[in-house]
């Protein structure tokens, strides 16, 4: 069955990395797109990224330049690579994609950003 995970979520300093893992099992998801979405506390769900089985990218307006999307077929795992981190960016961070008719999402990784 179709299965996403999530990892590399955690505490950081403002201007600071991380790099999350979407590790992905019953399809391959080289041949579907990927998001990222992200939730914070009292908001909706806002989409983060998107890399699509093209291999074509966006990202949200508030997200472009600083973070990027990619994926390593070999491991059937995407990645969402974060930079220059700022306190807006503190949220839950999951990787979803559309398989046949459902939506599938991951069970999240937190990513807090504070000094």
């Known amino acids: 069955q179709v299965q996403l995970v999530e990892s590399g979520g955690g505490l950081v300093q403002p201007g600071g990395s991380l790099r999350l893992s979407c590790a992905a099992s019953?399809?391959?998801?080289?041949?579907?797109?990927m998001r990222w979405y992200r939730q914070a506390p009292g908001k909706e769900r806002e989409l983060v990224a998107t890399l699509t089985s093209a291999g074509s990218t966006s990202y949200a307006d508030s997200v472009k330049g600083r973070f990027s999307i990619s994926r390593d077929n070999a491991k059937n795992t995407v990645y969402l690579q974060m930079n220059s981190l700022k306190p807006e960016d503190t949220a839950e961070y999951y990787c979803?994609?559309?398989?046949?008719?459902?939506?599938?999402w991951g069970q999240g990784t937190q990513v807090t950003v504070s000094s």
């Open positions: 019953g399809f391959t998801s080289s041949n579907y797109a």
């Open positions: 979803s994609t559309l398989y046949g008719m459902n939506r599938y």
